[in-house]
């Protein structure tokens, strides 16, 4: 009915505006250097503000031997984030967590509707050649576009169903 489709609609376009909201935010960061040092954030932080194991233990009410194992659980990622707050407020700091996509989101999705567009066309391409009835070089394009095209006006969870 008329009403879900509407529905159906502002939810795509509420999830397009989200998306791209995100993408803004996500951006300054994706070729930002933010690798943490050899040492690890909290190690590089603490020696910075030359605050000792003893001294950051008594802030967080846990022993000096415990620090240093945060410190390398960190380094070596074995570490909650709970544990880097907690131990980044202490050092009057802030943790800052982020999933950062290595290129623009609508390119991610553009790419996957591609892959899945040229999946789909091998698979009919080929039948459709042993039928000898193959599509010649700008069908074939306006074909791939035309999927490509579909999956992206699509729900983008169909885009992520293993194949």
Same mark, same amino acid.
């Given at each position: 009915?008329?009403?879900?489709?509407?529905?159906?609609? @502002?939810?795509?376009?509420?999830?397009?505006?989200? =998306?791209?909201?995100?993408?803004?935010?996500?951006?300054?960061?994706?070729?930002?250097? %933010?690798?943490?040092?050899? !040492?690890? $954030?909290? =190690?590089?932080?603490? &020696?910075? %503000?030359g605050i000792t194991t003893v001294q950051l233990g008594k802030r967080l009410g846990v022993?000096?031997?415990? *620090?240093?194992?945060?410190?390398?659980?960190?380094?070596? @990622? @074995?570490? !909650?984030?709970?544990?880097?707050?907690? /131990?980044?407020?202490?050092?009057?700091?802030? %943790? *800052?967590?982020?999933?950062?996509?290595?290129?623009?989101?609508? /390119?991610?999705?553009?790419? =996957?509707?591609? &892959?899945?567009?040229?999946?789909?066309?091998?698979?009919?391409?080929?039948?459709?050649?042993?039928?000898?009835?193959?599509?010649?070089?700008? &069908?074939?394009?306006?074909?791939?576009? =035309? %999927? *490509?095209?579909?999956?992206?006006? @699509?729900?983008?969870?169909?885009? $992520?169903?293993?194949?």
């Amino acid at each position: 009915n008329m009403f879900s489709l509407t529905a159906y609609i @502002g939810d795509i376009v509420n999830r397009e505006l989200a =998306r791209k909201n995100l993408e803004k935010r996500l951006a300054p960061l994706r070729n930002a250097d %933010l690798m943490p040092p050899a !040492t690890g $954030w909290l =190690r590089a932080l603490r &020696d910075a %503000l030359g605050i000792t194991t003893v001294q950051l233990g008594k802030r967080l009410g846990v022993v000096p031997s415990r *620090i240093s194992a945060l410190e390398k659980a960190e380094v070596t @990622g @074995g570490t !909650t984030l709970k544990s880097l707050r907690e /131990a980044a407020e202490a050092m009057g700091c802030t %943790l *800052i967590y982020a999933l950062v996509p290595t290129r623009p989101m609508d /390119a991610m999705l553009r790419e =996957r509707a591609t &892959d899945l567009a040229e999946e789909e066309l091998a698979r009919t391409h080929h039948s459709m050649r042993l039928e000898d009835q193959a599509l010649d070089a700008d &069908d074939y394009a306006a074909e791939r576009e =035309r %999927l *490509i095209a579909a999956y992206l006006a @699509g729900s983008a969870h169909r885009l $992520w169903d293993a194949r």
